[in-house]
T-cell receptor
Framework: NAGVMQNPRHLVRRRGQEARLRCSPM?????VYWYRQLPEEGLKFMVY????????ESGMPKERFSAEFPKEGPSILRIQQVVRGDSAAYFC?????????????FGQGTRLTVV | AQSVTQPDIHITVSEGASLELRCNYS??????LFWYVQSPGQGLQLLLK??????LVQGIKGFEAEFKRSQSSFNLRKPSVHWSDAAEYFC?????????????FGTGTRLKVLA
């Protein structure tokens, strides 16, 4: 059973371009979480999705950021018109349930660099 | 809302010495607590977790943590540190309402191990 797969591992974008980050959860997991880690900081929750639904997006910036988790295929975190401040590591996690006592498994992250 | 404080940003210990990393949490109900380790350029690996029961929790790689409700703490310990333990360590608290949950992470403690 493969772990949480994120791609690409590294992504370089120029200011104003779009960034698409992909996350394939573990087999059997229908709950996906995205976190952002800015340099020298801890991880900050961004969004929680189930298949085809956004459950909690309280950590998402209001503009330029969107996330989806379609019925088929990976979850996508999309950042439009990237700026230097978007440079960070973006981690995806998945779990089979949303119980508070169910751990989430993390991917290795996508490191976005905006130049 | 829940929060986590890791008071030590950097800790340096000699190989073979004991280790304690501090974590304090704030949460109004029973917390679900986790310790993760992140090696440079890697994702997060779960070391151990506390949901309920015995307040002394054993994890992987010889780590343990003790939940102390009276002190709102969940400190991570290891009796003898190995050079391969050099990494960044994150404490997290999980909590959720209405069927959702999300972790709140501390800002991390970077561990350096001297030969």
């Amino acid at each position: 059973n493969a772990g949480v797969m994120q791609n690409p591992r590294h992504l370089v974008r120029r200011r104003g371009q779009e960034a698409r980050l992909r996350c394939s959860p573990m087999k059997g997991h229908s709950h996906v979480y995205w976190y952002r880690q800015l340099p020298e900081e801890g991880l900050k929750f961004m969004v929680y999705l189930q298949k085809e639904n956004i459950i909690d997006e309280s950590g998402m910036p209001k503009e330029r950021f969107s996330a989806e988790f379609p019925k088929e295929g990976p979850s996508i975190l999309r950042i439009q018109q990237v700026v230097r401040g978007d440079s960070a590591a973006y981690f995806c996690a998945s779990s089979p349930r949303a119980d508070v006592n169910t751990e989430a498994f993390f991917g290795q992250g996508t490191r976005l660099t905006v130049v | 809302a829940q929060s986590v404080t890791q008071p030590d940003i950097h800790i340096t210990v000699s190989e073979g010495a004991s280790l304690e990393l501090r974590c304090n949490y704030s949460y109004g109900a029973t917390p679900y607590l986790f310790w993760y380790v992140q090696s440079p350029g890697q994702g997060l690996q779960l070391l151990l977790k506390y949901f309920s029961g015995d307040t002394l929790v054993q994890g992987i790689k010889g780590f343990e943590a003790e939940f102390k409700r009276s002190q709102s703490s969940f400190n991570l310990r290891k009796p003898s540190v190995h050079w391969s333990d050099a990494a960044e360590y994150f404490c997290a608290v999980g909590a959720g309402t209405s069927g959702t949950y999300k972790y709140s992470f501390g800002t991390g403690t970077r561990l350096k191990v001297l030969a």
